[in-house]
């Protein structure tokens, strides 16, 4: 009896670890490197593996206004939505908060002789950019991120690719995209 009561809290405690690594019932585990090179563009694999930077005002995403979130181009996870999306000035996306801050990591980053708070995804390990305390009023928070680190799912397409939950963000009033 108490074999089977060992045997069984493995096999719970092993399903639960699956879970965990998964999020939205979606296979978030990190993909080898040589085969992120055969599915991203060059400049995706340099962001997100190599924590590189695009150039401002010349990169997919900075100004686009469609409804919508952003998700980790490595991963899937959910990242950012369009309604906290808003224009800094700096050419590239800039938002005033995280749709799921559960899949950000923060991370000191020191390059360049001055000290900022890198963003990364949690599951994918993905570099996305900068967190900044100069953001809007409202969160008082500027996570610049990059548009190779980011996938855009239009708000017409949520539910057909996995992100149903996120469609309730656009119903009704503009407000948080933030989903608590």
């Not at 997919?60 to 206004?65: A, I, L, M, P, V």
């Amino acid at each position: 009896m108490k074999l089977n009561f060992i045997m069984g809290f493995f096999v719970a405690a092993v399903v639960l670890a699956q879970f965990a690594l998964a999020w939205d019932g979606k296979d978030s585990k990190s993909k080898p490197r040589e085969d992120l090179k055969k599915t991203l563009t060059p400049m995706q694999y340099h962001v997100t593996q190599e924590s590189g930077t695009e150039r401002p005002f010349s990169n997919e995403h900075w100004d686009n206004k469609a409804e919508g979130i952003y998700v980790d181009v490595v991963s899937g996870e959910p990242l950012f939505s369009s309604l906290d999306k808003y224009d800094s000035g700096t050419g590239w996306p800039s938002f005033s908060q995280p749709i799921a801050k559960e899949n950000l990591v923060e991370k000191s980053d020191r390059q360049f002789g001055i000290t900022r708070t890198e963003v990364r995804s949690k599951h994918g390990n993905s570099h996305l950019g900068h967190v900044f305390n100069d953001g809007p009023t409202s969160t008082g928070l500027r996570y610049c991120m990059n548009s190779a680190s980011l996938r855009f799912v239009p708000k017409a397409k949520l539910e057909a690719e996995g992100y149903g939950e996120y469609t309730k963000l656009f119903r009704g009033k503009k407000g948080t995209g933030r989903v608590d």
